[in-house]
Nanobody, 120 residues
Framework: QVHLVESGGGLVQPGGSLRLSCAAVGRGFEIYTMCWYRQAPGKERELVASTTSGASTNYGNTVKDRFTMSIDNAQNTAYLQMNSLKPEDTAVYYC??????????????WGQGTQVTVSS
């Protein structure tokens, strides 16, 4: 069964760095779109970064120039490198993927979420 597995969250001091991973586990697909979202307590889910196969990556204004998203297609894994972290980056981070199984079928998946806490 295809699913997404996230890892890499944790506690970091302001100005520090973390790298999140999101692995698409299973067989028979290619990554079409991969996105990272985050949701802080009491706030709506926010798009952090997104990329579609063959296209450039887009970033939210609050993370531009600090976060970098990459994809290892051989490993079906997306990464989110987060630098210069701020307390306002504290949130649960979710990955989302659209996976292509055939020319007629594409499905949407969510990771389980990983907590990132930026605090001194």
């Amino acid at each position: 069964q295809v699913h997404l597995v996230e890892s890499g969250g944790g506690l970091v001091q302001p100005g520090g760095s973390l790298r999140l991973s999101c692995a698409a586990v299973g067989r028979g697909f290619e990554i079409y779109t991969m996105c990272w979202y985050r949701q802080a307590p009491g706030k709506e889910r926010e798009l952090v970064a997104s990329t579609t196969s063959g296209a450039s990556t887009n970033y939210g204004n609050t993370v531009k120039d600090r976060f970098t998203m990459s994809i290892d297609n051989a490993q079906n894994t997306a990464y989110l490198q987060m630098n210069s972290l701020k307390p306002e980056d504290t949130a649960v981070y979710y990955c989302n993927a659209q996976l292509t199984f055939s020319v007629w079928y594409r499905n949407n998946y969510w990771g389980q979420g990983t907590q990132v806490t930026v605090s001194s």
